[in-house]
Nanobody, 120 residues
Framework: QMQLVESGGGSVQAGGSLELSCAAS????????MGWPRQAPGKEREWVAT????????FYAAFVEGRFTISRDSDKNILYLQMNNLKPEDTDNYYC?????????????WGQGTQVTVTS
């Protein structure tokens, strides 16, 4: 059973940057496609980004394309999300999860999430 723990969230002004991390406790992290979905209270879940198990391919939702970068260090079992040029509408609880696809239902083993707040 994969367990995921996100960190790195916080409050930042619009235009700023944050890097989220996700530590995975699984023996074969390098075997899994991983993604970052997000959800705020009262809002629907959204898919943000995905990286394949090799790290060779990445995919992004249109609203983060060019601003966010997903990466992984499979030797350390860590998934990252570098977020640049943040906007107030990026305020959300960000999760890491195992899977691949462009909808949140494509993912499982969600972590507890890390809150990102962007102020204008």
């Amino acid at each position: 059973q994969m367990q995921l723990v996100e960190s790195g969230g916080g409050s930042v002004q619009a235009g700023g940057s944050l890097e989220l991390s996700c530590a995975a406790s699984v023996r074969t992290f390098s075997d899994f496609n991983m993604g970052w979905p997000r959800q705020a209270p009262g809002k629907e879940r959204e898919w943000v980004a995905t990286i394949t198990w090799t790290g060779g391919s990445t995919f992004y939702a249109a609203f983060v394309e060019g601003r966010f970068t997903i990466s992984r260090d499979s030797d350390k079992n860590i998934l990252y999300l570098q977020m640049n040029n943040l906007k107030p509408e990026d305020t959300d609880n960000y999760y890491c999860a195992e899977g691949i696809g462009d909808t949140p239902k494509d993912y499982e083993h969600w972590g507890q999430g890390t809150q990102v707040t962007v102020t204008s």
